[in-house]
T-cell receptor, first 112, second 113 residues
Framework: GQSLEQPSEVTAVEGAIVQINCTYQ??????LSWYQQHDGGAPTFLSY????GLEETGRFSSFLSRSDSYGYLLLQELQMKDSASYFC?????????????FGKGTKLSVKP | DVKVTQSSRYLVKRTGEKVFLECVQD?????MFWYRQDPGLGLRLIYF???????EKGDIPEGYSVSREKKERFSLILESASTNQTSMYLC????????????FGSGTRLTVV
């Protein structure tokens, strides 16, 4: 089967750094994405990694190691508005029709 | 601002009813998707479409069908609604590029009584 594992909950304080890990086991691999979803809202796209290494976008960074089937989302200088659920997702098939497989999400709570 | 619009935010339907959930995108995206989201289960793919009149089953297609007669519109149909189909339904669209993210609609919270 295909699966993505990520922690169900993480708690951190404002101003801190938090890392949300994602390990995957899929039949193929063509990229790892991260999405953010606030309570009652729609998931929004944060980042995409196809190659090993770190991608930085402002306070958020995403890392991928294909040999370890592992990635993480790093959130720096945490703000209260970062409280949300974060989903990793893998594109498991090649080509334009490939769809994403989502993890079950990590609920991040940022405390004052 | 690019958008995926779902016709209803909340719906309450009776068991056995035929239910239509509509989704429209204005970004000229080729791919469109229907997911359901349940607590502790994450997002599960019901159906997707990569072109007009094309459809592919996702992980949980049983009890659902879809229609894509125009590029911008993707409809999810519950043939005979059941209480276990009570859920949040999310529509998404994307370009046919691997590094392009999905744009999601705001969701339809369906309750079947």
């Amino acid at each position: 089967g295909q699966s993505l594992e990520q922690p169900s909950e993480v708690t951190a304080v404002e101003g801190a750094i938090v890392q949300i890990n994602c390990t995957y086991q899929t039949s193929g691999f063509y990229g790892l994405s991260w999405y953010q979803q606030h309570d009652g809202g729609a998931p929004t796209f944060l980042s995409y990694n196809a190659l090993d290494g770190l991608e930085e976008t402002g306070r958020f960074s995403s890392f991928l190691s294909r040999s370890d089937s592992y990635g993480y989302l790093l959130l720096q200088e945490l703000q209260m508005k970062d409280s949300a659920s974060y989903f990793c997702a893998v594109r498991a098939s090649r080509g334009s029709q490939g769809n994403l497989i989502f993890g079950k999400g990590t609920k991040l709570s940022v405390k004052p | 601002d690019v958008k995926v619009t779902q016709s209803s935010r909340y719906l309450v339907k009776r068991t056995g009813e035929k239910v239509f959930l509509e989704c429209v995108q204005d970004m000229d995206h080729e791919n469109m998707f229907w997911y359901r989201q349940d607590p502790g289960l994450g997002l599960r793919l019901i159906y997707f479409s990569y072109d007009v009149k094309m459809k592919e089953k996702g992980d949980i297609p049983e009890g659902y069908s879809v229609s894509r007669e125009k590029k911008e519109r993707f409809s999810l149909i519950l043939e005979s609604a059941s209480t276990n189909q009570t859920s949040m339904y999310l529509c998404a669209s994307s370009l046919q590029l691997a590094n392009y993210g999905y744009t999601f609609g705001s969701g339809t919270r369906l309750t079947v009584v």
